[in-house]
């Protein structure tokens, strides 16, 4: 067990590598109840949100999920998050638990418009059922028919008898659920989606499976990739500044970085040397520091040892040689496209 | 679980002495700790080490770790299966995944080293704080 953001949390069950390739080709379930909610009500709803985060929340239809950035005025991440569309006057947010206050904080305190805010985290647990066979397994405990919620959607509806979000969402670079419940039903569904999984192979996941998945998918981690330093453009995430939307917090810094050009990229390297590039090793090219590993480590499922770091973004193309600072020495690595694995179905 | 010919130190390494050789590897528990074991970077053959040195790296999913030898010495043999299969360091870390042998320089060293029930005393006051 280790503290992560407040929460007693375990690191693994049966071991990172069985935890990760149950995801990849069966399913594994995860306890992520530490995950923070915030709820934004009322008729201008939709403009906090706006104001808020960079990407643009007016072209959600209701029943669809956004990832995005809370920013800051500089235009740097508070937090990245989920925002769920549940009405054109509610919207529920999923933020990291190690930030759920103060992002709730920096909401309150950008609240101009009058709309309601609830630091809604004590009122959901959430579970998710990641990995190809997810869908059926979940499907066995639904009348909710699981088939049409696409990617990014969700929907409401009981799970073994208990009221459910059910989201088509998750941090796994699998297909997969991730239900929002009351916390008073947390061992209830934990033990029936358990029972549930057994015939599929669906086993428990830690963090540290957790944290391998989503690295092989390259999806940032707060306090890594992204924080109140990096800007969504410097970490591969233009797809989610949508400076075109209007004003919101920190366009003006985006916009003239957008013109300006960017001082350093988030990119994804690949381990040559047989050695391992981990999270806050140094970053050399042509001998000279130039970034540092944001995170670092085996991918199981693809077989190598892969990394993300921050680089000059004229040495970042695909192929470039770059070398990482292991104890002392140099190890030769080699800049790689991203994502690192993707989802064959 | 903890052989009682074999000394034992604090960093979680095992040496097993047989005449002016011994055999070393990390125990069971420092196995657990780690996780998957992923890679193991050795030393070189006839490398000459002070006790306490670290003399090697073994890295898990989650981490790395420093492995020191428990004697001062001679690297005479290095275990050749660890290059392709360091996961039997999870399998069988007392035995078949030893990691080098050293011609001991002084093998009044080992006498300094827990011997098994004071290992498992150490191990359980670890566990404890954790």
């Known amino acids: 067990m280790v503290n992560f ?8 069950y049966s071991g990172i590598l069985s935890e990760h390739e149950a995801v990849r080709t069966r399913a594994g379930l995860f306890d992520v109840s530490h995950m923070g909610e915030i709820e934004v009500r009322g008729h201008s709803a939709l403009d906090l949100v706006q104001w808020v985060t960079c990407n643009n929340a007016a072209k959600l239809v209701v029943g669809q999920a956004q990832y995005s950035g809370l920013m800051t005025e500089r235009g740097t991440f508070v937090d990245d998050l989920l925002v769920h569309k549940i009405s054109d006057t509610h919207y529920l947010l999923c933020v990291n638990a190690s930030n759920q206050d103060r992002d709730f904080d920096h909401i309150v305190s950008k609240n101009e418009v009058g709309a309601e805010v609830e630091n809604a985290g004590p009122r959901y647990s959430q579970l998710a059922v990641q990995g190809p066979r997810a869908k059926e397994i979940l499907q066995k405990l639904t009348p909710v028919v699981l088939d049409p919620i696409r990617y990014y959607h969700f929907t409401f509806g009981k799970v073994s008898g208990v009221d459910c979000l059910i989201a088509r969402t998750g941090y796994t670079g699998e297909d997969g659920f991730e239900i929002y419940f009351d916390p008073q039903f947390s061992e209830k569904l934990w033990g029936e989606l358990m029972q549930a999984g057994e015939a599929f192979g669906m086993i428990p996941c830690g963090l540290g499976a957790r944290n391998t998945l989503r690295l092989e998918a390259a999806m940032c981690l707060y306090g890594h990739e992204i924080d109140e330093t990096t800007t969504p453009l410097e970490a591969g995430l233009g797809w989610i500044c949508k400076l075109e939307k209007g004003r919101f917090l920190g366009c003006d810094v985006l916009a003239a970085q957008k013109q300006s050009g960017i001082g350093r990229k988030l990119v994804g390297f690949e381990m040559i040397d047989k050695r391992i590039g981990r999270d806050g090793y140094p970053v050399q090219i042509d001998g000279r520091d130039a970034g540092c590993v944001t995170s670092g480590g085996p991918a199981p499922f693809l077989k190598k040892n892969i ?36 989802r064959p179905h | 679980m903890y052989p009682a010919d074999y000394r034992y130190t604090k960093d979680h390494e095992w040496i097993k002495v047989e005449g ?19 890679f193991a970077e050795l030393p070189k053959l ?6 306490g040195e670290s003399f090697g790296t073994i890295e898990s999913v989650k981490a790395v770790s420093e492995i020191f030898t428990p004697v001062s010495g001679e690297i005479t043999e290095i275990n050749s299966k660890l290059v392709d299969t360091p996961e039997i360091i999870n399998k069988d870390p007392h035995g078949s995944a030893w990691l080098v042998k050293i011609r001991l ?18 191990i359980a006051a670890q566990a404890k704080e954790h």
Not at chain 1, 5 to 12: A, L, Q, T
Not at chain 1, 323 to 339: D, K, S
Not at chain 2, 46 to 51: D, E, L, Q, S
């Open chain 2, 46 to 51: 006839g490398v000459t080490m002070k006790a």
């Open chain 1, 5 to 12: 953001g407040g929460w007693d949390m375990p690191v693994e």
């Open chain 2, 105 to 122: 320089s002084d093998p009044k060293e080992v006498s300094a080293l827990m011997d098994a029930a004071a290992y498992e005393t150490y």
């Open chain 1, 307 to 342: 990394g993300m770091a921050y680089v000059p973004p004229e040495s970042s193309a695909a192929g470039s040689s770059i070398e990482i600072g292991i104890r002392g020495q140099a190890a030769a690595a080699r800049i790689v496209a991203l994502p690192f694995y993707k």
């Open chain 2, 20 to 38: 002016p050789v011994g055999t070393i590897g990390i125990t069971d528990y420092a196995q657990s700790e780690l996780g998957d074991v992923v």
